[in-house]
């Protein structure tokens, strides 16, 4: 049964950090992503890493703030999250995908498997 579940979010002051993590389970998957939603907007990527974790992306919005990185031996991925902005609150989700398709995986139709996500609340 695959299952990826997230922990790791919460309340945090504007400019503060937090690293969200990730365990998959249950297969191997090709790419695995970050994303996130606020109230009322679509769903937004995040970041994107290989299985092998030799490749990565980051969105235009959160690149040189938030690091995406993957520990094999555990099968975690991690979402560093430095300078907080108020407009990064948002719910976090984890997905994966079977196979590689395109690179940067950013479309969240591409993914088979998310998780429940975790709530990140950054307060002025």
């Known amino acids: 049964q695959v299952q990826l579940v997230e922990s790791g979010g919460g309340l945090v002051q504007a400019g503060g950090s937090l690293r969200l993590s990730c365990a998959a389970s249950g297969r191997t998957f090709s790419r695995l992503g970050w994303f996130r939603q606020a109230p009322g907007k679509e769903r937004e990527f995040v970041a994107a890493?290989?299985?092998?974790?030799?490749?990565?992306y980051s969105a235009v919005p959160v690149r040189g703030r938030f690091t995406i990185s993957r520990d094999n031996a555990k099968n975690m991925v991690y979402l560093e999250m430095n300078s907080l902005e108020p407009e990064d609150m948002a719910v976090y989700y984890c997905?994966?995908?079977?196979?590689?398709?395109?690179?940067?995986?950013?479309?969240?139709?591409?993914?088979?498997?998310w998780g429940q996500g975790t709530q990140v609340t950054v307060s002025s």
């Open positions: 997905a994966a995908k079977r196979s590689p398709g395109s690179w940067p995986p950013s479309a969240a139709i591409e993914y088979e498997y």
């Open positions: 890493i290989s299985w092998s974790g030799s490749a990565k």
